[in-house]
Structure formats: structure tokens, C-alpha cells
């Protein structure tokens, strides 16, 4: 009693949600959401019938308190964003701690994401940093911040994610190939799971040609930056890492 389950939910394709996922949506005693007409649309295709509040980044203290006060009483509920996984990009970072200082438990259910379904199908871009990778949310509507945080990615050993709004992406493609080395390699990840899905990797260089064939920017996209470690190492450890490594392991050195 009293658990909040944050689900995530399609992020294009309606089948792309987890038999665990179900089950708990038709479960719980309510499912707190970001938009309800949207929602019922998801709920309905799978016959799920469930009280619905809103919760959105505008009310989401007092959705939150709201929630709390369910919970109190023994319910459980779910919280489910228009798409993907609740708290990434998404509300649910504030209502998650509520509850859990309200002393009541919070569940993430594992699902989809744009971010783990573009790194996923990443390739390369992995070998930099033993695997690891910097997702940087969304990319800032100010030219200048934006332009920043490209330096940071620029400058990074293990690669960059972003998430980047259509209106916004054609600008931000010529400003990384204003500020980043040719061959460098960008990943444009376009309509995931959808059916006009398409995964571009190409290098800097070759950007603005390839631009130029574009016809409609329209659609949802993660971009990615390719790390800057030296592509003929297996890894990005720096070189006290390194050395610390040898130290410890001496058949790496
Ligand atoms: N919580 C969501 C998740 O886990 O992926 C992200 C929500 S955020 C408000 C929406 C952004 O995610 C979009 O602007 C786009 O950058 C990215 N996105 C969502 N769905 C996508 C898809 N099917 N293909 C590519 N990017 C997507």
C-alpha cells in the first residue's frame, strides 16, 4: 500500500510497453498524468479504465501534495508522462521526492526512452569512455547557452546526447558545424519507433551537404556528439586513470 509506480509509457510505437507496465496501470487505484485527453487515448487502445489527474511542470508541487494525500490513505497510483520515461525530460523529478519524503515508497518501472533507444542504436559512438556517455537534456533555446553547452560536448572524451525541438534543429546542426572539428561524427536520431524512423551518422564535414537534401525538419530527434578520445584507443581513461589501472593490474600498461 501507499507505492507510487512511475511508468513509462510509448514513445511512437503503441506496442512498445511492457506487460509489467500494463499490469500495474490496470492495478493501481489512479494514474496521475501530463495530459489527460492524451492519455486516455494510450489507456483506452489497452482497455484500461482508471481515475485520471493531472500533473504537469506548472502544478506539479500541488500534484504532487495531492498525491501524497492518496497514498496516505493507502492507494497506489501511477504517474505516466505523454511519452517515454517519466523524469527524463519530463515532470516527475519533484513529485518522486514528495513522496519519498513523505515517507512512502516510489517504484520506477524500467521502459522506454528516446534517450536509450538513441544511444542503443549508437554504434561507435560507445567505444569512447569505456560506454559511458553524458545525456544533456534538452538543448537550451538561447543561441549563446546552447552554443556552450556544444563547447562542453565538443571538449568531452565520452559522447554527448541531447534532445532538440524541430524548430530549433537546423540551427543547432550549423552552429556544430561552425564550432566542431570535421571529423568529428554527429548522430542525428530521428521519429524513433515511428515510421518515418531514421539514424543518421555523419561526419561534421559532411553536414551541410546533407542538410541541403533535407525537405521537412519536422519530427522529434536526439542528437549526439562523438566523443573527442583518441579514436585508436579502446577507451577514454585519462592518463592518471591509466596509470592507476597498470598500477593495480600489471598486465595493462
Ligand atoms: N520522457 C521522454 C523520454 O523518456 O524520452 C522525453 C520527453 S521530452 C518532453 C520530448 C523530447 O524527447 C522530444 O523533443 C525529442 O527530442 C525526444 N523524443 C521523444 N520521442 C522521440 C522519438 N520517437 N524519436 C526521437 N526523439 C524523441
Not at 1 to 22: C, E, F, K, S
Not at 146 to 172: C, G, M, Q, W
Not at 206 to 213: E, F, H, R, S
Amino acid at each position: 500500500a501507499g507505492t507510487l509506480y512511475l511508468v513509462p509509457t510509448p514513445i511512437g510505437n503503441l506496442a512498445d510497453i511492457t506487460v509489467r507496465a500494463l499490469h500495474i496501470l490496470s492495478q493501481v487505484d489512479g494514474i496521475a498524468c501530463e495530459d489527460k485527453r492524451h492519455s486516455a487515448m494510450l489507456l483506452n487502445a489497452y482497455g484500461i479504465s482508471k481515475p485520471l489527474y493531472a500533473l504537469h511542470e506548472h502544478n506539479e508541487i500541488s500534484a504532487s501534495a495531492y498525491l501524497l494525500e492518496k497514498l496516505r490513505n493507502g492507494e497506489r497510483w501511477a504517474y505516466i508522462s505523454d511519452a517515454g520515461t517519466p523524469g527524463i525530460s519530463d515532470p516527475g523529478a519533484i513529485l518522486c521526492e514528495e513522496i519519498k519524503k513523505g515517507g512512502y515508497q516510489v517504484c520506477p518501472l524500467p521502459g522506454p526512452s528516446a534517450i536509450t533507444a538513441a544511444v542503443s542504436g549508437a554504434g561507435d559512438f560507445l567505444k569512447h569512455g569505456n560506454g559511458g556517455f553524458q545525456f544533456l537534456g534538452f538543448l537550451p533555446a538561447k543561441a549563446n547557452q546552447r552554443d556552450e553547452l556544444l563547447k562542453v560536448a565538443a571538449t568531452s572524451n565520452i559522447s554527448s546526447f541531447f534532445y532538440e525541438a524541430p524548430h530549433r534543429i537546423e540551427s543547432t546542426l550549423s552552429s556544430i558545424v561552425a564550432h566542431l572539428d570535421g571529423d568529428r561524427k554527429v548522430l542525428i536520431a530521428k521519429e524513433l519507433s515511428k515510421i518515418f524512423e531514421e539514424i543518421k551518422v555523419i561526419a561534421v564535414r559532411d553536414l551541410p551537404d546533407w542538410m541541403k537534401t533535407i525537405k521537412s525538419w519536422q519530427g522529434e530527434y536526439v542528437l549526439g556528439i562523438e566523443g573527442a578520445a583518441r579514436r585508436d584507443s579502446p577507451t577514454s581513461f585519462d592518463e592518471d586513470t591509466l596509470q592507476w589501472i597498470s598500477a593495480i593490474d600489471g598486465r595493462i600498461g
